[in-house]
C-alpha cells in the first residue's frame, strides 16, 4: 500500500541541526532542571480553588473567562478589552501569528531564542527570518533592520529564553520607534518576574503609546501553574479582538482560570517563592563561574552555559546522570534553578565531567 496519510509540509523543517534538543534524564532520579518549572507547585490557596472548581466539571467555561479577564484588567490596570487569556503563552504566540501572518509573508524573531516562535511562522507557511543573537543577548538593531515590506509580526523575549538576558525599557522604546506601526510587536515576558535588573524593560509601560505592541505574560513560571496552561496577552483592542477571534473557543479551563484567579490573590506567597528562586539562580551562578563553566548571568529562572560546540555532549554526559536539562547544539545548555539538592547533584556532575574532560575530548570549561 503506497498511499499514507499526508501532513502539513512545514513539518519537514522542524528537524533542523541547531534546534533545541528535549530535556533527558537517563538514569537514576530524575533533576527536573530542563523544562523552567516553579520547583514548588501551587499554593495552598491555589489548591483549594483548583478543588473547588473540578464541582463544575460538567460545565463549560465562559468565552471570555470574565473573572479572570477582570482581575487582569484591574491589576494591570488596563480595560479588559486589552486582556486575552488563553491555555498557555504556546497557544498565544500561534494565535497572533494565525492572525497576522500567511504564506509569504515574513516573521523576524531573535535565534536562539523560544523556539515555538519558529514552528508557528513553519506552520502558517510564514517565512521566519531568525535574527543572531550578539554576546548572548538580543540584537535590537539587527532585528529592526530585518524588518522589511513582507514582514508582519515581529517577535522579542524578554529575559531571553534560553540565554536569560534582557533589555532596558530605554532599548524597547527605541526599537519601537523603529519599527512601522503596521507591523505587530509581540514582547515575550514569560519570565518578567524572576528579573532583578532595576532597568528591565516592561512591556505594559510602553502600551499606551503602542497601537501594535502585544505583551505576553504567563502563570507557569513564577506563579507555579505550567501543568494547568495559563497565560494572557494585553494589547490594544485591535490587535486584542484579531487574537481573541482566532483562539480555540473554551480553551482555558474552568479549573485553569479558578486556579489562575487563586494566585494572584495569593500573590505575597508567590512573591517570596520567586525570591527563593532568584536566590538559587543567583548561587548557582556564582559556584559556576567560580568553578570556570562559561555561565552567562540570567533575569529568569534559569542560568545559561554557553558551551558552543560541546552543548549536546555535555547535556548527554548530564541526562546520564540523571539530570535533565534542554540543549541548544551548537551553542549552549539551558539549566532551570529549582532547589539546592538539584543544584548540589549538578555541580557534582559538572565537575566529574570536568574531571575527565581531556581524555574524554570534551573541553568544555573556560
Not at 515555538?116 to 548572548?136: K, Q
Not at 526599537?175 to 510587536?185: E, H, I, Q, S
Request: overall charge negative.
Amino acid at each position: 500500500m503506497t498511499d499514507r496519510p499526508r501532513h502539513h509540509p512545514a513539518l519537514r523543517s522542524f528537524a533542523e541541526p541547531d534546534e533545541p534538543m528535549p530535556p533527558l534524564a537517563l538514569a537514576g532520579p530524575t533533576h527536573r532542571m530542563g523544562l523552567n518549572e516553579n520547583p514548588y507547585g501551587p499554593t495552598e490557596a491555589v489548591q483549594q480553588a483548583i478543588l473547588r472548581s473540578c464541582r463544575d466539571g460538567h460545565r463549560y467555561p465562559s468565552m471570555d473567562n470574565g473573572e479572570l479577564t477582570a482581575l487582569l484588567a484591574s491589576r494591570r490596570e488596563v480595560p479588559a478589552e486589552m486582556v486575552v487569556a488563553g491555555p498557555g503563552l504556546v497557544a498565544l504566540c500561534r494565535g497572533l501569528v494565525h492572525a497576522t501572518a500567511g504564506p509569504g509573508d515574513e516573521v523576524v524573531l531573535p535565534w536562539p531564542s523560544f523556539d515555538d516562535y519558529l514552528v508557528d511562522a513553519l506552520l502558517h507557511e510564514a517565512v521566519p527570518v531568525r535574527s543572531p543573537l550578539r554576546e548572548h543577548r538580543l540584537d535590537l538593531d539587527d532585528i529592526a533592520d530585518r524588518v522589511g515590506p513582507r514582514t508582519r509580526l515581529v517577535f522579542l523575549c524578554n529575559p531571553n529564553n534560553p540565554t536569560g538576558t534582557a533589555f532596558t525599557q530605554e532599548a524597547l522604546e527605541r526599537f519601537l520607534d523603529a519599527v512601522p506601526p503596521r507591523v505587530t510587536v509581540v514582547l515575550d515576558e514569560a519570565y518578567h518576574e524572576f528579573g532583578t535588573a532595576p532597568d528591565l524593560a516592561d512591556g505594559l509601560r510602553a502600551l499606551p503609546d503602542r497601537g501594535n505592541l502585544c505583551v505576553l505574560r504567563t502563570f507557569s513560571k513564577a506563579y507555579g501553574l505550567a501543568g494547568l496552561r495559563v497565560a494572557y496577552a494585553i494589547a490594544h483592542p485591535v490587535v486584542s479582538a484579531a487574537l481573541r477571534n482566532v483562539m480555540l473557543p473554551f480553551g482555558l479551563s474552568r479549573v485553569a482560570e479558578a486556579a489562575a484567579v487563586a494566585a494572584l490573590h495569593d500573590e505575597p506567597e508567590i512573591t517570596r517563592r520567586v525570591r527563593r528562586i532568584v536566590s538559587e539562580r543567583e548561587s548557582m551562578t556564582a559556584r559556576l563561574h567560580t568553578a570556570g563553566w562559561p555561565v552567562v548571568p540570567s533575569q529568569g529562572n534559569f542560568v545559561w552555559l554557553a558551551l558552543g560546540r560541546h552543548a549536546a555532549a555535555v547535556a548527554l554526559r548530564l541526562a546520564t546522570a540523571g539530570i535533565a536539562v534542554r540543549a541548544y547544539p551548537g551553542h549552549g545548555i539551558r539549566i532551570t534553578a529549582t532547589t539546592s539538592p538539584d543544584t548540589e547533584r549538578l555541580l557534582h556532575v559538572l565537575e566529574e565531567i570536568s574531571l575527565h574532560q581531556h581524555e574524554e575530548g570534551v573541553p568544555c570549561r573556560t
